[in-house]
């Protein structure tokens, strides 16, 4: 990526197959291009959901903090500030569920994927400007929607946008003091059919009902031994995992995801029910780093096919590959999928094995057993 009249070599992370898929798009450049010139000494800088550092890397001299909920993005950001010879504490990485001091003087938000997250960080974000504050959204057109734009004028004040450049757009907002905006909505919650309280913060998948696919899922959770080590993998807001702790007694459950936001729902969700006595544990990881090898009974997974924009099967491939790393021999990973999707040929690819467990018109749960 050239920008700010410096290249920069920047890689996804993980790595990909796709080598049409790059670190960085058209409205990272935009917003870079555009304010090249904002460099004013002391100046506080801001960037939101930077997707895999290009914007971390390219605006390290202005030493900025950058909020992620994902902890995939700050890995790779991390990455990218070595591999480009910048110092790593020249910029600050802050998790989105903690919070962050004072007044900034520019802010580039980079326009998540989900409204309900844009409209709780912008409830968050409010606090921390000043009607002198540069702010500026940046994302590709067919990404921004006219919601979109209600909502920073709504949350945070006068809001116009640029002319489209290489299918990308900016948004421009004035922060108005006098806004009555009130909250954020906060945490949804719902009750599932068997009575299990879910709760779920903003960027989790389904926040406001149960999916399909984890309800099917639910319904076939196989009996599982005492002192088991239960793994909820890419868990979101944690139900699957919470659900089959009632099922043993005496064990672990562990809940990974790369999202802080989904850790931080499955832990209100483990809270909310007091049907399981095993100890949890939750996780912001890369799939299963950090999860020992051969030491897990069951791994639930409900995988993603998607990669912020990006539709995909690499993750799913991912979760598989490790859930046979990390289950002990006869241990089993339960996924349910789009029935589309063909996860039984990637499983008997790596487990050799794979039984239907139960079917709908639209989903599948499968079962797979690590044999040695």
Request: hydrophobic share 40%.
């Amino acid at each position: 990526m050239t920008s700010l009249g410096s290249r920069f070599d920047l890689k996804r992370f993980p790595e990909t197959r796709n080598s049409s898929l790059v670190a960085w798009d058209a409205a990272d450049e935009y917003a870079l291009d555009h304010l090249a010139e904002v460099q004013p000494p002391g100046w506080r800088w801001l960037i939101l959901n930077d997707s895999f550092g290009a914007l971390s890397v390219a605006l390290a001299e202005r030493e900025p903090t950058s909020i992620s909920d994902s902890v995939l993005a700050i890995q790779a950001a991390r990455r990218n500030l070595g591999a480009n010879g910048v110092r790593m504490a020249a910029v600050q990485f802050v998790p989105s569920t903690e919070p962050v001091a004072g007044e900034f003087d520019v802010v580039l938000i980079k326009v998540p994927k989900t409204l309900a997250f844009l409209e709780d960080q912008l409830h968050q974000l409010r606090p921390h400007l000043t009607p002198a504050t540069v702010i500026v959204g940046a994302g590709m057109v067919k990404h921004i929607h006219t919601s979109t734009l209600q909502l920073f004028q709504q949350i945070l004040g006068q809001t116009t946008t640029s002319l489209a450049k290489k299918k990308a757009r900016l948004i421009h907002t004035t922060l108005d003091p006098s806004l009555a905006v009130g909250n954020s909505p906060g945490p949804a919650r719902y009750v599932t059919p068997s009575g299990l309280v879910a709760v779920n913060h903003a960027n989790v998948f389904s926040q406001t009902k149960l999916d399909l696919g984890t309800r099917l899922l639910l319904e076939h959770l196989p009996q599982i031994s005492d002192r088991s080590t239960v793994v909820d993998l890419g868990c979101g807001n944690g139900l699957l995992g919470t659900a089959a702790a009632a099922n043993f007694a005496g064990g672990s459950v562990v809940f990974t995801d790369s999202s802080f936001q989904a850790l931080a729902s499955a832990e209100a969700t483990w809270k909310a029910n007091r049907r399981h006595d095993a100890r949890p544990s939750f996780l912001a990881t890369n799939t299963l780093d950090g999860v020992p090898e051969g030491s897990v009974n069951l791994v639930l997974n409900n995988p993603p096919f998607h990669d912020i924009h990006v539709t995909g099967d690499e993750t799913a491939w991912r979760m598989f590959t490790e859930s046979h790393r990390v289950l002990r021999p006869g241990g089993e990973l339960l996924v349910v999928g789009n029935r589309h999707l063909g996860y039984h040929i990637k499983l008997q690819r790596i487990f050799k094995n794979c039984e239907t467990v139960a079917a709908n018109a639209k989903f599948v749960v499968l079962a797979a057993t690590r044999d040695t």
